[in-house]
């Protein structure tokens, strides 16, 4: 009877037990992450909220409180949730732009970046590696979505450099007159450009020598091939996500992972449901983390990272709905094995190795860009 | 017979000594010019140069040696033969390229002007006037030539800005859809566009925020009015001259001569042979010299600087045929007695004093809102893409909320619920 009443009472505190130390685990998980985050913020590689601010407010923004927004995945309360230490700010135009004044337009959308990181004190604009790692805000920088923005003109280029833009995605859904699209179909521009023309390769030989990452988010296969080819830098994936796991257009296929990693690149994974989940109805953070383990497994997880495309798209996983939910990934990486010199790769680490990278092929041309010393003329290789 | 002798001597010291004196005196003005101007380099406010680079060598600058073209009015040695400190690189682009490509043209432009003034160990881009105070080189500055250039768009300003744009004379030789020019007929753009429309002041509010100079060389008079009439900073013209002494459309008639002083502006004094004289066939270094004593009468030395608009036109006054050449004017200005302070004033200090007070009005801006106006009607046009239309966007959702999704759920739930109970 004794042993009965004791083995009852051991197995109900098994019972308890067993209830607490998963939970226990579950919460330290959560905390995990939050504590990682803490101390490695997260560098989001595209955002489209200024699209947003077009779209809603005309760019008219002086009397919109942009901490507390709540039309849009993002606002500035949301982002100190999301534990995010730097963000690229989308500066896209339509493409339908492209030929009439996508120039105009996009300096216009640089300027409310600069406005929005002006007028809040939580908010500071940087253009550099060192830029990001020094600040204690949230550093906002300009990633330029189509080479539709440049006109074809190189100098547009060098002078959106000079505002301060530190990407450029080389196409979005059209192709320009010397880069080609994943996208076919939508736009009607220039249908007969593969991949990049003579020009193309001096788009992306003058982003190396400006210290611009080049962007291969929205561009076609052979579009990555040849920038691959060319750049003398690492270059990036903004926001796209495993082709293997979900083989839509705007994915990364295997081969092109394997060559990422030799290149020191990085594939930033974005959170668009319809890029992740090929049309499945349930999309949730697991199925985001798929891709991740994915990549992990062809590219090593250095060459990841996250750009969420959040006021992108529609969709997002189940979990995932705005940036404020960052640390829900972390936490399911942190419960599939991820470590934690891995996940602070994944949150900045590897991308400022690649900022860095570039930084340095900049620095490395620098002689190209003296000209004229004393009574020596020496011809750069600018167009 | 001594005497005599003595006198003779006399005499003949005299002839000689009167034949060195009068050339002692000569010598002396040039000496004089030059070393006013090795003290107080000239800042010139227009030169066009940068156009002539685009039309000659299509920007392709790399293979050119800038110090010694001898295609232009302006190379390097020439400006350093001339004095030149700071010179303003207009940036213009064509007229007609309004409503169309003026904006990525303008970046070209901007460019260039940037590519020169790092190429060169003698040139250094400057944005402040502490820059230009401060350089031992000759200061690039960049101005904008029209309106037209900013698209109306005044994010677009505020990127010229950004890039080191710190004038932007309202108009070209065109209207744009809210400033008048006061050339008629050239071009045909919004021609019912008089002085400044209410976007128009808001440019003008704009740059008085940012610390960008106004410049007022190729409007027109009503132009000229209401931007005096708004702005809170001095104001310039970068390449003009006086109405009085010759009346073409591009100078400056007394009466606004006398608001500039009030405003504590400047005008910077064109050596355009045609807005200088007028038709007639001699022009030279007193011709230019005539508009500046006018000037000096009616609004006091203080208001005056120099903005040569070389390269940019193609007749100029006899000796004042390069940038080399502007020690000539300073000389014939000494001769007819102007003073070193007044020369000193015409060749920097006035336009310092000017930049100086646009940057104190951005400075109490700080807290003054952002100019966020637009004008939509005026710029409707094939090359301009009609943001206020729906436009088909298949791949990409602009986050309008999905009211579909969550209704048929609720639905599917409610009928779940009724069948299961």
Redesign the interface.
Known sequence: MEKKRNMAKLLWLLMLFSDTVPFNCEKSMRERAIELMQDARLIDGHNDFV??L??LY?????GVNLRELN???TNLVKLQAGYVGAQFWSVYV?C??QN??????T??Q???V??MCHSYEELELVMTSQGISDSRKIACLIGIEGGHSI?S?L??L??YY??GARYMTLTH?CNTPWSESS?KG?HNFYPSVIGLTAFGQEVVKEMNRLGMLIDLSHTSYSTVKAALNISKAPVIFSHSAAFSVCNHSRNVPDDILQELKKNKGIIMVSFNADVLACGRKVVNISTLADHFDHIKEIAGSESIGIGGDY?????FPEGLEDVSKYPSLIEELLRRGWNETELKGVLRENFLRVFREVENVQRASAPQ??????SR?I??A?G
Do not use: F
């Open positions: 699209l947003q077009r779209i005309q760019n008219k923004i002086s039309r849009t995945h339509l339908s732009a009439k004044d996508a120039v105009r337009l300096l216009e640089i300027d409310v600069k406005r006109d003109s100098a547009a060098r002078m000079d505002l859904t996208s939508i006021d992108g798209v529609e969709r860009n003296q000209l004229c010393q004393a003329c011809p750069p600018v």
